[in-house]
């Protein structure tokens, strides 16, 4: 599966962004999704991931302000940030797996950046 993200950008404290990764390939309902972001000089980090089934999984820091979902008719993940601090700023990426390791990821698309000013 290939993966496609966009949606980044400039966002004022407070304010919300919404990330859009679409895939291509088949069997797109066959895979658990997943959105990381990742700060330079750190390491990547699982901001959300969503099963096949619909199971959610949220970093503690984004839990209530961060929504992820799926459209398997648009072969689409989505991710919802709400209420954004400047500590959300970070690349973000979209990733896919055939399981549901919230560890391991084979699928991973391009960057989007997401900046959250003060």
């Known amino acids: 599966v290939q993966l496609q993200a966009s949606g980044g950008g400039l966002v004022q404290a407070g304010g919300s962004l919404r990330l859009s990764c679409a895939a291509s390939g088949k069997s797109f309902r066959a895979y658990s999704l997943g959105w990381h972001r990742q700060v330079p000089g750190l390491q990547r980090e699982l901001v959300a991931g969503?099963?096949?089934?619909?199971?959610?999984n949220y970093a503690d820091s984004v839990k209530a302000r961060f929504t992820i979902s799926r459209d398997n008719a648009k072969n689409t993940v989505y991710l919802q940030m709400n209420s954004l601090k400047p500590e959300d700023t970070a690349v973000y990426y979209c990733?896919?797996?055939?399981?549901?390791?919230?560890?391991?990821?084979?699928?991973w698309g391009q960057g989007t950046q997401v900046t959250v000013s003060s």
């Open positions: 990733s896919a797996q055939r399981g549901a390791n919230w560890s391991v990821w084979g699928y």
């Open positions: 969503i099963t096949v089934g619909g199971t959610t």
